[in-house]
């Protein structure tokens, strides 16, 4: 057989487009995990808004964040977690420890490591991070 006229590929062609193929995916795979947690966040980001209108909401009827027994009140179904439906990301819970009656702070804890860590939300709409490595507007959005 002639070896110019030989058809097909080395091994070494082959394995340049192996690597090549790999290098992209893993490129691809670290953008779309990025997307996910972001897409994650934004979801926590709204429930935790509308719970802290549910707060308010109670707050104008009841002058106080408190229930009727002066113990921390809990979050209707549907706002214990984010996404409300499915598999939940994020945990959302009024923080602990809170006693006052006229304010509160929310916050929506990752169940799987987030380099924001917990949001968090006060009666004052001020945002906040805790255990984070990541800068608040990054986190928080714009």
Not at 40 to 69: K, N
Request: hydrophobic share 45%; charged share 20%.
């Amino acid at each position: 057989m002639d070896r110019h006229c030989a058809r097909g590929f080395t091994l070494m062609e082959l394995m340049a487009v192996v690597a090549i193929v790999a290098i992209l995916s893993s490129m691809a795979l670290s953008s779309y995990s990025q997307h996910v947690r972001r897409s994650e966040r934004i979801a926590a980001r709204a429930v935790l808004l509308e719970a802290a209108s549910w707060m308010e909401r109670r707050f104008s009827v009841q002058h106080s964040y408190l229930g009727a027994d002066g113990q921390i009140p809990v979050l209707p179904a549907g706002l214990d977690q984010s996404p409300r439906s499915g598999t939940a990301k994020y945990v959302i819970s009024l923080a602990t420890g809170q006693t006052q009656a006229t304010s509160y702070e929310l916050r929506a804890t990752p169940i799987r490591a987030d380099a924001c860590g917990a949001l968090t939300l006060d009666h004052t709409g001020a945002r906040g991070l805790i255990g984070n490595t990541a800068p608040l507007a990054e986190c928080w959005g714009r």
